[in-house]
């Protein structure tokens, strides 16, 4: 035979309807339903962040574009700057396996504080993208190769080989 309940009794609770506001706290009014806050994805052009999924260099880390000159191997790049300066990229040990870079490509690059001429490669645009920003006016001249370039995707003809 089970023994006494160990819990201590519940209070009972008089209903809501039959509770009267007292008059030194007033009775608690709705607030209107505000919206779910929206995830805010990085949509801002000014403050660097991104456009959409695409993002821009952030001025604020020193960020910023650059074309990829010269392959030199081992993860190494030469790059020329937005500022017209020419640094050797290096491709961070997380990337190296999955960004693959080829001459003319369109870069993100931080470069180092305590070497002038070294910077580190952070994102790649591929050719659509680039072409993208280039149309948006996104890109600084210095580093504008793809204005008034337009991307034909390549289409097999249905005839037969010769």
Same mark, same amino acid.
């Given at each position: 035979? /089970?023994?006494?309940?160990?819990? /201590?009794?519940?209070?009972?609770? /008089?209903?809501?309807? %039959?509770?009267?506001? %007292?008059?030194?706290?007033?009775?608690?009014?709705?607030?209107?339903?505000?919206?779910?806050?929206?995830?805010?994805?990085?949509?801002?052009?000014?403050?660097?962040?991104?456009?959409?999924? !695409?993002?821009?260099?952030?001025?604020?880390?020193?960020?910023?574009?650059?074309?990829?000159?010269? &392959?030199?191997?081992?993860? =190494?790049?030469?790059?020329?700057?937005?500022?017209?300066? %020419?640094?050797?990229?290096?491709?961070?040990?997380? &990337?190296?396996?999955?960004?693959?870079? =080829?001459?003319?490509?369109?870069?993100?690059? =931080?470069?180092?504080?305590?070497?002038?001429?070294?910077?580190?490669? !952070?994102?790649?645009? %591929?050719?659509?993208?680039?072409?993208?920003?280039?149309?948006?006016? !996104? !890109?600084?001249?210095?580093?504008?190769?793809?204005?008034?370039?337009?991307?034909?995707?390549?289409?097999?003809?249905?005839?037969?080989?010769?």
């Amino acid at each position: 035979m /089970p023994g006494p309940d160990p819990r /201590p009794p519940e209070p009972s609770v /008089p209903p809501a309807s %039959s509770v009267a506001p %007292s008059p030194e706290r007033p009775a608690e009014e709705e607030a209107p339903e505000t919206p779910p806050p929206t995830p805010e994805g990085p949509v801002a052009v000014d403050g660097g962040e991104g456009i959409g999924r !695409l993002p821009l260099p952030r001025k604020d880390r020193g960020e910023v574009y650059a074309i990829a000159n010269q &392959l030199l191997g081992a993860a =190494r790049i030469r790059v020329m700057c937005e500022d017209s300066v %020419s640094r050797m990229g290096r491709i961070t040990g997380k &990337l190296k396996k999955k960004m693959w870079i =080829r001459e003319g490509d369109l870069l993100v690059v =931080r470069p180092w504080g305590f070497q002038e001429g070294k910077a580190d490669i !952070l994102f790649r645009y %591929s050719r659509t993208q680039a072409a993208y920003l280039s149309r948006r006016h !996104l !890109l600084p001249a210095s580093v504008d190769l793809f204005a008034g370039e337009v991307i034909v995707p390549e289409t097999r003809s249905k005839g037969r080989r010769r």
